[in-house]
């Protein structure tokens, strides 16, 4: 399945956050029971992750899923005009 500019947007944001709190990928896959492989996939945008783990990533980043969410909101209002 081909990324898409919401996909590799979120990622961008699970990484500057993750890199935010001076955490590695490993530490961050540990904390949430997945492979720092897996967390490199989700932050490339190269796979996709189901809202739980996505809730549960930005969890143990101590932020917010609504701070996520602007990220998408400022795709679709550029790509989509929506």
Do not use: H, W
């Not at 001076?22 to 190269?46: A, D, N, P, W």
């Not at 739980?52 to 930005?58: A, G, L, Q, W």
């Not at 969890?59 to 917010?64: G, P, R, T, W, Y």
Request: proline share 1%; hydrophobic share 35%; glycine share 8%.
């Amino acid at each position: 399945m081909k990324e898409t500019s919401i996909d590799i947007s979120l990622g961008g944001y699970l990484r500057a956050s993750r890199k935010l709190k001076g955490m590695t990928g490993k530490e961050l896959g540990e904390k949430v029971s997945l492979s720092q492989q897996q967390i490199s996939r989700y932050e490339r945008g190269i796979n996709k992750f189901t809202l739980d783990m996505f809730i549960k990533i930005v969890k143990a980043l101590d932020s917010k899923p609504c701070d996520a969410t602007r990220v998408v909101n400022q795709v679709l209002k550029k790509e989509f005009d929506i």
